[in-house]
Every structure is written in structure tokens, then in C-alpha cells.
């Protein structure tokens, strides 16, 4: 089999099939399309990864680009999975660990469908690539196109963080800041797609940009020793990543990696956006928009989210909870998080971590289950919201006074 | 006539028509003007079984999305402009 032949597209709702190419959306039902993997022929086992790269690509099986030459790798993936004993203690929980992607290279989980969509531009033949961003995928999406040699444009809508704005721009994209919600920033992302034939990582590469944060779930579950946990927290804008994340793990079932995936993946957003819990909760099957999000938690204001209705879907037949955390709760789970395990996250790092606190509380997780939140950004890309509240430093002057002073308080 | 701007997604359908003029006073009244014009496959594809908007079509009224307003039974003036896009947002 030629490796062209393990790729191909696949429409979500009528199952139509279609080569690997630009297509975004089915001719047939225009319901969205999504990568598929002619996995019978696929042959992996658990030696396969034994000696490879430590990132995402040694999935490379189980991702979307054929030509290896093509492959942008700046170490992104194959982020720590931390046994976090404080964490769990302090909520209750046996047995907590925190996938921590802020350490990825534009720290925070989008360099994942960011490596793949660029890799995947390149297999095209494109020069240039934009997206529609919030702030961390406008980044991961600069700097992987500026390793790359892409023209990189990044639409954003205004009033997002000024660290975030500052870390796109320096990887040298044009930055398009759009007097508008996200919602209405993806809009006009798709204008131009249409318009200028700019490929929009996001919106007409989608199906090949979203295949690399599933990668998160394989993560996992290898650092488990090809386990799953009972239990996983995932931050939720569009729905995306949840949506991945299932797949991730239903993928490593399929290909016989992993036995029997029985894991509850629930899902956590701020309580300024959160369309996606509110239709869980009312037990609808389609989403309600938020007009004007209005959250901390800037990352995850998407007011329409794309995969809000395959998520809803997702999680009911998981069994998972969709859960929201309001801006205080988020903000004291980011200083929690930092206090028991030293890791700082932006918020929607706070969200996954507010959520699973408040699931314990009602007694929706119980302290017996193995637990993995997701944290998916970093702390220095929204460092204003936690400026107050932090204990404040001591000045001394350099002096043995001083020195006895101090250490008596030590 | 109300303006209605159509995404390149729906092409093959609209005859590569981006903008075409309809008379209508709601958006139902829109989509079925557009059916009208373009045929029954129009319809069949971007309305579900009960006449409503498959979710992963959304339709603007001068910006603002009918799921916020009066969903399809949302009124339009002649000098409205409607947007019908295919439902992608966010990553």
C-alpha cells in the first residue's frame, strides 16, 4: 500500500469518503469532514514508539502528512504528565496527574495543530497560511510557519492580551487585529479564505490542523503505560480539542494499542462562554451562541463554538460532565495549581482545574478515580490577571541587620 | 430586495452565485426564495427534515446571528443584508 493510500477524508454526518486533499467541508451534505486512517493496514504495537522522537510525531502513523520531508518538528508535543499529589490531596482525589502542555515550544497545547497544519500546508505547496486566533494559536501558528518559511497571517479580535499579542508578533506575521468578537474575527478569517484563496489553518485545513491535538490523548495514555485514566478534564472553546481528545483515545482502541477505552472525558468552560455546558445541561442537541463572551479566560471565548454539537454528542456517550467555573473560581485554581505543583497556567489552564474541583465537590468524580486535567497554556501569557493577591516580595538593603532580620522571619 | 451574500462553500449549489437579490420579509421567506432559484437540492441540503437550518449552517442578518434573534422566522427589510456561511469556528 502506498503511504497515499492511509489518508483520506470523511464526512461526519453521511460517511462519504474523499482523497486527502483541501476539502474541508462534504460536497454531498456539507457537514464537516474529518481525516481518516486506513488503520487495518496500519501496523503498530508498543515497541513501535519504544525509540522515537519524544514529540507528536511519533504518532506519525496516526497523523496526516505523508511526506516526512515536510514534517515542521520544534519539539512540540510529548508534554510531562506530573503526578500531582498536592493538587490531589488538596481536592480530595487518590490519584491526580496534570498533562501539561505549557510547556510546549509557544507554550500552550496549539503548537500541536499548529505543527500539523503547517506541515500539512507545506505537503500542498502553499507559501502562506493564516488562522482566526484568540492569541495562543496565532502564535504556535507564527512561529511553526516562521520555521517553516510560510507568510503567516493571524487575525485576532481586539482586546485580546497584550503578552499574547506581543508573542504572535515576533515571530514576524501580519497581524490583523479585527474591531469584533472572535466570532466575528473567524468570519472575516473566512471571507478571505474565500475571497484571496489564503489557506486558514482553522477553518479550510481544519480537518488535517485538529488531527494534531489528539495527539494529546495518545500522550496519555502512553505515559500510563498504555493505560487510560477513569477520568479526563478538557478546557472547551470551539469544542476541538474535546472532540480530539475522544477520538484520541478511541483511535489507540482501534489500532489495538489500548483494550476496552472506558474514560469519561468532561468538559470545562468559563462561566462568560459557556454555550457548550449550558445546552448540556438542558439536554439540548444543538447550541445556543453567546453573543458578546465575556471572561477572563480570553482563549476560550468563542461564542459559536464549530464542534460544540459533535462535543455535546461526545460527551454523552462517554458518560462525561460539562461543568463551568466562573472568573474568581478560575483565577483561584490558576494560584492553587501554582502553590501545590509549581505549575503557572493561563486560564484556561484555571478552568480545567476549577471544574474538576467543583465535579469532586458534588461528588460527579470520586476520590477513588485516576484523574488527568488538562492544563493547555501558560501563566506568562496572561500575567495582569494575577497581579493582585500575590504575596508581596520583601526589600532589604544589603546589610547583616537586614540579614538577621530576614532570616529570623525564616 | 434584500441582499443575500453566499459563502463559496455552497457553489456547486448556487451555480458559483455569490450575491443574488430576493424578495422576502423573514429569512424563511429568504431560503425559500433561494430554493426557488437554485432548486429543490438547494433546500434538501442546507435544511433539515423539519425546515429548519442544518446546525452547521448560520445565517447573519446584517452581523447578527438569527439563533440570537428570531431564528428563521426572523424579520429582514429591503435593505438588510443576509450572509448564509458554512458553521467553522474556532480551533
Given at each position: 500500500m502506498s503511504d497515499s493510500e492511509r489518508v483520506s477524508l470523511v464526512c461526519r454526518e453521511c460517511g462519504a469518503e474523499y482523497p486527502a486533499?483541501?476539502?474541508?467541508?462534504?460536497?454531498?451534505?456539507?457537514?464537516?469532514?474529518?481525516?481518516?486512517?486506513?488503520?487495518?493496514?496500519?501496523?503498530?504495537?508498543?515497541?513501535?514508539?519504544?525509540?522515537?522522537?519524544?514529540?507528536?510525531?511519533?504518532?506519525?502513523?496516526?497523523?496526516?502528512?505523508?511526506?516526512?520531508?515536510?514534517?515542521?518538528?520544534?519539539?512540540?508535543?510529548?508534554?510531562?504528565?506530573?503526578e500531582s499529589e498536592r493538587l490531589a490531596k488538596s481536592l480530595g482525589l487518590r490519584k491526580?496527574?496534570?498533562?501539561?502542555?505549557?510547556?510546549?515550544?509557544?507554550?500552550?497545547?496549539?503548537?500541536?495543530?499548529?505543527?500539523?497544519?503547517?506541515?500539512?500546508?507545506?505537503?500542498?505547496?502553499?507559501?502562506?497560511?493564516?488562522?482566526?486566533?484568540?492569541?495562543?494559536?496565532?502564535?504556535?501558528?507564527?512561529?511553526?510557519?516562521?520555521k517553516a518559511g510560510l507568510t503567516c497571517y493571524a487575525f485576532i479580535p481586539k482586546d485580546l492580551e497584550p503578552n499574547k499579542i506581543l508573542q504572535m508578533s515576533i515571530y514576524d506575521p501580519e497581524v490583523v487585529i479585527v474591531e469584533g468578537t472572535y466570532d466575528e474575527t473567524n468570519r472575516f478569517a473566512m471571507q478571505v479564505a474565500e475571497n484571496y484563496g489564503l489557506a486558514i489553518a482553522n477553518v479550510d485545513l481544519r480537518p488535517y490542523y485538529v488531527e494534531g491535538s489528539k495527539t494529546l490523548a495518545f500522550e496519555v495514555s502512553e505515559q500510563l503505560e498504555w493505560g487510560v485514566p477513569d477520568h479526563v478534564i478538557v478546557p472547551a472553546a470551539s469544542?476541538?480539542?474535546?472532540?480530539?481528545?475522544?477520538?484520541?483515545?478511541?483511535?489507540?482502541?482501534?489500532?489495538?494499542?489500548?483494550?476496552?477505552?472506558?474514560?469519561?472525558?468532561?468538559?470545562?468552560?468559563?462561566?462568560?462562554?459557556?454555550?457548550?455546558?449550558?445546552?448540556?445541561?438542558?439536554?439540548?442537541?444543538?447550541?445556543?451562541?453567546?453573543n458578546a463572551p465575556k471572561t477572563v479566560a480570553k482563549s476560550l471565548a468563542v461564542g459559536s463554538?464549530?464542534?460544540?454539537?459533535?462535543?455535546?454528542?461526545?460527551?454523552?456517550?462517554?458518560?462525561?460532565?460539562?461543568?463551568?467555573?466562573?472568573?474568581?473560581?478560575?483565577?483561584?485554581?490558576?494560584?492553587?495549581?501554582?502553590?501545590?505543583?509549581?505549575?503557572?497556567?493561563?486560564?484556561?489552564?484555571?478552568?480545567?482545574?476549577?471544574?474538576?474541583?467543583?465535579?469532586?465537590?458534588?461528588?460527579?468524580?470520586?476520590?477513588?478515580?485516576?484523574?488527568?486535567?488538562?492544563?493547555?497554556?501558560?501563566?506568562?501569557?496572561?500575567?495582569?490577571?494575577?497581579?493582585?493577591?500575590?504575596?508581596?516580595?520583601?526589600?532589604?538593603?544589603?546589610?547583616?541587620?537586614?540579614?538577621?532580620?530576614?532570616?529570623?522571619?525564616? | 430586495m434584500v441582499k443575500v451574500l453566499l459563502s463559496s462553500v455552497f457553489s456547486d449549489l448556487t451555480h458559483g452565485k455569490r450575491e443574488v437579490e430576493v424578495e422576502a420579509d423573514t429569512i424563511e421567506g429568504v431560503l425559500n426564495c433561494l430554493t426557488e432559484m437554485f432548486g429543490d437540492e438547494f433546500g434538501e441540503k442546507i435544511l433539515d427534515s423539519t425546515g429548519e437550518l442544518k446546525w452547521f449552517v448560520t445565517v447573519y442578518v446584517n452581523g447578527n446571528d438569527i439563533r440570537l434573534l428570531n431564528g428563521t422566522k426572523t424579520k429582514v427589510d429591503p435593505t438588510d443584508e443576509v450572509l448564509l456561511i458554512h458553521s467553522v469556528s474556532g480551533g
Open positions: 486533499t483541501r476539502l474541508y467541508i462534504c460536497k454531498k451534505c456539507f457537514a464537516p469532514l474529518d481525516v481518516k486512517y486506513d488503520i487495518g493496514r496500519t501496523s503498530l504495537s508498543k515497541n513501535t514508539f519504544f525509540n522515537r522522537k519524544k514529540t507528536l510525531w511519533r504518532y506519525y502513523e496516526l497523523l496526516p502528512v505523508l511526506d516526512k520531508s515536510k514534517i515542521v518538528d520544534m519539539g512540540a508535543g510529548y508534554s510531562p504528565l506530573i491526580l496527574f496534570i498533562k501539561n502542555d505549557t510547556v510546549n515550544p509557544t507554550c500552550s497545547f496549539k503548537d500541536r495543530p499548529s505543527a500539523v497544519a503547517v506541515s500539512k500546508a507545506l505537503e500542498f505547496g502553499l507559501t502562506k497560511i493564516g488562522c482566526a486566533s484568540t492569541g495562543n494559536l496565532a502564535a504556535a501558528l507564527a512561529a511553526h510557519a516562521a469544542g476541538a480539542l474535546y472532540c480530539a481528545t475522544f477520538r484520541g483515545f478511541k483511535e489507540l482502541e482501534r489500532v489495538g494499542l489500548v483494550k476496552d477505552v472506558d474514560v469519561r472525558i468532561s468538559l470545562a468552560q468559563p462561566s462568560g462562554c459557556s454555550p457548550i455546558v449550558t445546552a448540556f445541561k438542558n439536554g439540548k442537541e444543538s447550541i445556543t451562541p453567546i463554538p464549530g464542534d460544540g454539537v459533535y462535543a455535546l454528542r461526545k460527551l454523552r456517550e462517554c458518560k462525561g460532565f460539562a461543568e463551568e467555573a466562573a472568573d474568581k473560581e478560575i483565577i483561584e485554581a490558576i494560584r492553587l495549581l501554582a502553590k501545590t505543583e509549581g505549575i503557572f497556567a493561563e486560564p484556561a489552564g484555571g478552568v480545567t482545574v476549577a471544574v474538576l474541583k467543583k465535579l469532586i465537590d458534588e461528588g460527579k468524580i470520586g476520590p477513588d478515580e485516576t484523574v488527568v486535567c488538562f492544563v493547555t497554556g501558560g501563566g506568562l501569557k496572561t500575567p495582569e490577571l494575577m497581579v493582585d493577591g500575590i504575596k508581596e516580595a520583601r526589600h532589604v538593603r544589603p546589610t547583616l541587620q537586614s540579614l538577621k532580620l530576614i532570616m529570623g522571619g525564616i | -
